[in-house]
């Protein structure tokens, strides 16, 4: 329960501070970066034996009554230790990946560019760039650090 509570707390810090210095929220949705992150987890899941590991690890986060044995429990932290490796590779090669999207799409040779299209190529490029970092830190430090520390905490409690 204060798994969810610090996570929606994030959020409406993350929210109240994005609107407070004039922003637009729907600004920093970037649905093509979120795809691909969680594609990405999504298919080291599959490679490491499917979703059960993270099924039982999220039973025992929600529920102190769950019952999760210390094989389970450690197969789950394995997992999670690997998607927090998946996220910081992933975001950095989705960053990397714009960049050189924004780069390419630059065409000095072209007399009749259109810089109106370029400066908007080049600015969804770079929106997606910073923006896969940002949702990278947000997964690792919001989701699978405080799951890690709270399945590494969890003693089972006998009836």
């Known amino acids: 329960m204060r798994f969810a509570i610090g996570i929606l707390i994030f959020f409406a810090t993350i929210t109240i501070a994005i609107v407070i210095m004039g922003g637009h929220i729907l600004d920093f949705i970037n649905l093509p970066t979120i795809i691909l992150l969680l594609l990405l ?70 007399p009749g560019l259109n810089t109106r299209s370029l400066s908007g190529a080049m600015a969804v490029n770079f929106q997606a760039a910073l923006l896969s970092i940002v949702y990278g830190i947000i997964i690792i430090m919001v989701f699978l650090n405080p799951a890690i520390a709270l399945l590494k905490d969890r003693v089972n409690i006998e009836a």
Do not use: C, Q
């Open 41 to 110: 987890m999504l298919a080291v899941v599959v490679m490491k034996g499917g979703l059960k590991p993270v099924i039982t690890a999220t039973n025992a986060l929600i529920s102190k009554k769950y019952h999760i044995t210390d094989a389970e429990k450690d197969r789950s932290i394995s997992l999670f230790l690997l998607l927090k490796k998946t996220v910081k590779y992933g975001s950095v090669s989705i960053f990397l990946i714009s960049l050189m999207n924004m780069l390419l799409g630059l065409s000095w040779s072209d």
